[in-house]
T-cell receptor, first 115, second 115 residues
């Protein structure tokens, strides 16, 4: 079946612009995660969605970052007033139920470059 | 706090040689541990996971890992390296002080395989 998909695959933007990154999880997966992969910080957790529960936003680095998940499926990560330090690969993952033993399936990522 | 340490950011082996990638963890609760592989410009792919069943875990592509509680380690091995194994490998711990599958990653190890 189809895996996790993300769009766009690459995004180049100018400092100060807003960007939206999209994630389509595996059908039937109730849990969805966003991670960021950067040279300096490695792989970092950003946010977690589970069903209709309030998301865990504890990993978001600043209030310029926000995310939503509509209808328990597609998720959008929005970065406002982008800064050069936001340049990174943003990875989305989904899992069946969100438990600690669940396997997370990752999308190919969106590479964001802020000029 | 939970953490993952991967010893050696770069490992180089000859084709046919043993692969050993080291991972140590720190966790206040029984851990669930994962190894993921990332090929260039792709997302993360699960190699194997430990979820408190057998301590020796077998994964895809001939990889295996042994959970050693006394040493707080979960090293990844493969008896004979192939050129196709060249990639970056990440060890990860699930939970991160939460009740869900938030992953805490090590810094990654780049594996190079020489002919």
């Amino acid at each position: 079946g189809a895996g996790v998909s993300q769009s766009p695959s690459n995004k180049v933007t100018e400092k100060g612009k807003d960007v939206e990154l999209r994630c389509d999880p595996i059908s039937g997966h109730t849990a969805l995660y966003w991670y960021r992969q950067s040279l300096g910080q490695g792989l970092e957790f950003l946010i977690y969605f589970q069903g209709n529960s309030a998301p865990d936003k504890s990993g978001l680095p600043s209030d310029r970052f926000s995310a939503e998940r509509t209808g328990g499926s597609v998720s959008t990560l929005t970065i406002q007033r982008t800064q050069q330090e936001d340049s990174a690969v943003y990875l989305c993952a989904s899992s069946l139920s969100g438990t600690t033993a669940d396997t997370q399936y990752f999308g190919p990522g969106t590479r964001l470059t802020v000029l | 706090a939970q953490s993952v340490t991967q010893l050696g950011s770069h490992v180089s082996v000859s084709e046919g040689a043993l692969v050993l990638l080291r991972c140590n963890y720190s966790s206040s609760v029984p851990p669930y541990l994962f190894w993921y592989v990332q090929y260039p410009n792709q997302g993360l792919q699960l190699l194997l996971k430990y979820t408190s069943a057998a301590t020796l875990v077998k994964g895809i592509n001939g990889f295996e890992a042994e959970f050693k509680k006394s040493e707080t380690s979960f090293h990844l091995t493969k008896p004979s390296a192939h050129m196709s194994d060249a990639a970056e490998y990440f060890c990860a711990l699930s939970g991160g002080g939460t009740s869900y599958g938030k992953l805490t990653f090590g810094q990654g190890t780049i594996l190079t395989v020489h002919p």
